[in-house]
């Protein structure tokens, strides 16, 4: 099979309100970086399929012949996709050499490749192609790289198996698709977040398939077209840590303690319902600084929940004293343990305390920026 060359990419996210909560049915607000990763896709004629994964230090081919043997058993049920396929799961694991414990980030990352190509194009006729894959974002931060590498690996081969079309015209310099392929791209995303996250809430393939900002609950998406303009400080600790291995702590200790977690949960996802209704309000009145400290209060009273919650890291206490000394308010956005934090400006917040705190946080090591939220979701 001849596949088309492509371009995609899709861009990464923060959390500022309701992760971990959102895994288990409460309410997330969440919205596109200005970051993205970009995925390209090239044919082969030499009967092998690549991969090159430079942000991970990963670079596989194989030949065609070998992966055939992986798809024996798979049908063309291709729309039973809502559960993984535990039989593929389990010869991938197989194939690579991993069969039990928690995966790499290598092993993921080709585990999820694998896993979506098997999926797509394994009952038929299997093309020979390389994929590269290149991020703006760091990995493993909690700013949505899995999400944003299983989006680009989705959208790349629904395109190239002709699922979805390819929308650009020769003078277009990116495309969208419609509702329809996003939802397709979007579900086949959620799989490989499955293979990286273990147990994913899928907030983070919506953002990275339709961009902007959205609330999320229950695996239902519902658009935020009316906020304001938020100025973020985003500051990464580079304490490494894995999305999968946290969100398995947290469940854990919501089996252990199920009275003393719940409410927490409920009020993390009363701060998501909050910070909608008063974000909402900034919008449709004259923004004023009660808004503002609504909105800092919110983001304390979470950093301390997601401390109870177990995801915290003194990595990230600091982030927040070094901030608070500038009367700046921060809590961790993603899976926490580490990874990146996020930190609300205030409009008035003037470039000598953004600046002092951007080098207070860079004398701890950390990388720190300041970012516009909200922006376009994948394109082609
Ligand atoms: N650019 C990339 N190239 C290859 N794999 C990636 C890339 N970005 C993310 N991944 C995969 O996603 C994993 C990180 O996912 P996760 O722990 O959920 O962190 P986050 O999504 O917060 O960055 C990596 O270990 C790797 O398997
Ligand atoms: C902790 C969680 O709410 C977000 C994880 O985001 P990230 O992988 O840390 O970027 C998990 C999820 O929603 O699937
Ligand atoms: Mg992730």
């Known amino acids: 099979m001849e596949v088309r060359d492509c371009l995609v990419s899709a861009p990464g996210k923060a959390i500022l309100h309701g992760e971990h909560a959102?895994?288990?049915?409460?309410?997330?607000?969440?919205?596109?970086?200005?970051?993205?990763?970009?995925l390209q896709l090239k044919a082969r004629s030499d009967g092998k399929v690549c991969i090159?994964?430079?942000?991970?230090?990963?670079?596989?081919?194989?030949?065609?012949?070998?992966?055939?043997?992986?798809?024996?058993?798979?049908?063309d049920k291709k729309e039973e996709m809502q559960r993984l396929d535990a039989e593929l799961v389990k010869r991938l694991r197989?194939?690579?050499?991993?069969?039990?414990?928690?995966?790499?980030?290598?092993?993921?990352?080709?585990l999820a490749f694998l896993y979506i190509y098997l999926s797509l194009f394994g009952s038929g006729d299997m093309p020979s192609l390389t994929v590269s894959v290149w991020s703006e974002l760091p990995t493993g931060a909690g700013l949505g790289s899995s999400a944003a590498y299983s989006v680009c690996l989705a959208a790349a081969f629904l395109c190239a198996t002709g699922n979805i079309p390819t929308p650009l015209k020769e003078w277009e310099q990116t495309g969208r698709w419609c509702q329809e392929d996003l939802?397709?791209?979007?579900?086949?995303?959620?799989?490989?977040?499955?293979?990286?996250?273990g147990n994913p809430s899928g907030v983070d393939n919506a953002v990275g398939t339709w961009g902007g900002m959205l609330r999320f609950l229950a695996g239902k998406i519902i658009p935020l077209s009316r906020v304001p303009l938020l100025r973020i400080l985003l500051t990464n600790t580079k304490v490494p840590r894995s999305t999968k291995v946290l969100v398995a702590r947290v469940k854990d200790k919501i089996n252990k303690l199920p009275s003393i977690m719940i409410p927490v949960l409920d009020?993390?996802?009363?701060?998501?319902?909050?910070?909608?209704?008063?974000?909402?309000?900034?919008?449709?009145?004259?923004?004023?600084?009660?808004?503002?400290?609504?909105?800092?209060?919110?983001?304390?009273?979470?950093?301390?929940?997601?401390?109870?919650?177990?995801?915290?890291h003194p990595s990230l206490d600091t982030l927040c004293q070094v901030t608070a000394a500038r009367g700046l308010h921060s809590k961790l956005t993603g899976?926490?343990?580490?990874?990146?934090?996020?930190?609300?400006?205030?409009?008035?917040?003037?470039?000598?305390?953004?600046?002092?705190?951007?080098?207070?946080?860079?004398?701890?090591?950390?990388?720190?920026?300041?970012?516009?939220?909200?922006?376009?979701?994948?394109?082609?």
């Not at 939802?183 to 996250?197: D, R």
Request: with cysteine; aromatic share 6%; charged share 20%.
């Open 335 to 380: 899976a926490g343990g580490g990874g990146c934090g996020i930190t609300l400006l205030r409009p008035e917040t003037d470039s000598t305390t953004v600046q002092g705190t951007m080098k207070d946080l860079r004398d701890c090591g950390y990388d720190c920026w300041e970012t516009s939220i909200g922006g376009p979701g994948d394109s082609v």
């Open 183 to 197: 939802e397709l791209i979007n579900s086949w995303a959620f799989q490989g977040e499955k293979i990286i996250h």
């Open 267 to 312: 009020s993390v996802d009363a701060i998501s319902c909050t910070c909608e209704k008063v974000l909402t309000e900034m919008t449709c009145e004259p923004i004023t600084g009660d808004h503002y400290n609504i909105l800092e209060e919110l983001i304390d009273i979470n950093q301390h929940h997601l401390n109870v919650i177990g995801v915290g």
């Open 94 to 110: 197989e194939f690579i050499g991993v069969t039990n414990g928690n995966l790499d980030s290598s092993a993921s990352a080709i």
């Open 22 to 38: 959102v895994v288990h049915g409460k309410v997330a607000l969440a919205v596109s970086l200005n970051l993205r990763t970009y």
């Open 52 to 75: 090159n994964l430079p942000n991970i230090d990963t670079f596989v081919c194989w030949e065609l012949s070998e992966l055939k043997q992986l798809t024996s058993f798979l049908s």
